[in-house]
Structures are given as C-alpha cells and as structure tokens.
C-alpha cells in the first residue's frame, strides 16, 4: 500500500524521514488540492512525488541512502565521515 504524507513541515529532513519510513509522496498542507490529488495519483502509480516547493534533491538523497544500505542522516553523515567526502571542518 502506499501512502501520502501531508505536512506542514517543508524540512528536508522531515521529508528524507517520511521517504525512508515508505512513504510515496510528500505534500505540504498549503500546497493546492490539484497538487494533493496529482500526490495521489503518482503514488497509486507507484512513483514518488514531492510538493513543487520541495527539492527533487530529497528524491536523489532517499535514493542514493537506499542504495547504500543506509536509514537515517546519520548514518548517511557517517558513512561521508568515513569515506573523507565531508570533513569535521567543513
């Protein structure tokens, strides 16, 4: 079954934690019902979709933790630790 979060919350890590937890798509509460209904209607088709003011950044990311194995930023901030892609200086 898919589902279709609706929130006030346009943090990307918000958006990351629905993503990774199963949700389909993610809607912001003051999107328009065109945009809620069009949600809907992605995740029945079985595709991820997001609110226009929200990045398909939050898609790649989702998608690049999921393919390594990870399920949650901080893993996702450790594994970047480790392979010296971001620093503690940064």
């Known amino acids: 079954m898919e589902s279709v979060i ?6 990307e890590a ?3 934690e629905a993503l990774s937890n199963g949700a389909s798509a993610y809607v912001l509460k003051d999107s328009s019902s065109g945009d809620l ?19 398909d950044r939050a ?4 998608q690049l933790m999921h393919k390594l194995d990870l399920h949650t930023q901080a893993e996702l901030i ?6 010296g892609i971001v620093s503690m200086d940064d």
């Open 6 to 11: 609706l929130s006030m919350y346009s943090n």
């Open 14 to 16: 918000y958006v990351l």
């Open 37 to 55: 209904v069009h949600a809907v209607r992605e995740a029945a088709a079985g595709r991820r979709c997001l609110s226009p003011p929200l990045s």
């Open 59 to 62: 898609i790649e990311v989702y």
């Open 78 to 83: 450790r594994f970047a630790l480790r392979r």
